[in-house]
């Protein structure tokens, strides 16, 4: 190799690093900013409970041993301009008694959020004031925490599609 090519080969790989460097320095400082405590991300606003069907529901289990039987309507998940997924999670009991939740998950933060809550007797009753709450220390999160692992997000951003999240919750032996 000529001298010349050696330099500018030499001198193109550092560009390369130089710019590979600030991309992730600026991505530390964007996401740095977004999870300080205090700040707050632009939440896309929600849309009201969707109609879910517990025939649909892919099951995940949450814990062994558990009494519930929990699953999500594949055809309730959404993927917020904000990066929040948002989704229908059912827990069933033993004897039949269905519950569900409309709730979203902020990926970027560990975060989830329960905006309405479902009974068979009385319908939808949507939370007053909602709140993020983080998904390893709040007592009603495990499900959520489940969903992120199991699909919903990859590392710390939403999956790129609701196909990717329904296949991901479909294949749980596969989880990263």
Not at 59 to 82: E, H, M, N
Not at 129 to 144: E, K, L, V, Y
Request: proline fraction near 6%.
């Amino acid at each position: 190799m000529s001298p010349e090519l050696a330099l500018w080969s030499a001198h193109g790989l550092a560009r390369t690093w130089a710019v590979v460097v600030a991309l992730a320095l600026c991505s530390c400082a964007v996401l740095a900013q977004a999870t300080s405590p205090g700040s707050e991300l632009a939440e896309t606003p929600a849309a009201p409970p969707p109609a879910f069907e517990v025939k649909r529901l892919i099951p995940f289990d949450v814990s062994v041993g558990s009494a519930l039987k929990w699953g999500i309507d594949p055809q309730t998940i959404s993927i917020a301009a904000d990066g929040t997924v948002r989704y229908v999670v059912v827990a069933q009991s033993s004897g039949g008694v269905v519950n569900a939740m409309y709730e979203a998950i902020r990926c970027a933060t560990e975060e989830f959020k329960t905006f309405a809550r479902y009974n068979k007797d009385s319908g939808w009753t949507v939370a007053a004031d909602p709140q993020w709450s983080i998904m390893r220390t709040a007592a009603n999160s495990r499900h959520a925490y489940t969903l992120a692992r199991q699909g919903v997000c990859t590392v710390a951003a939403a999956a790129s599609s609701v196909v990717d999240i329904v296949q991901s919750l479909k294949q749980p032996e596969a989880v990263r």
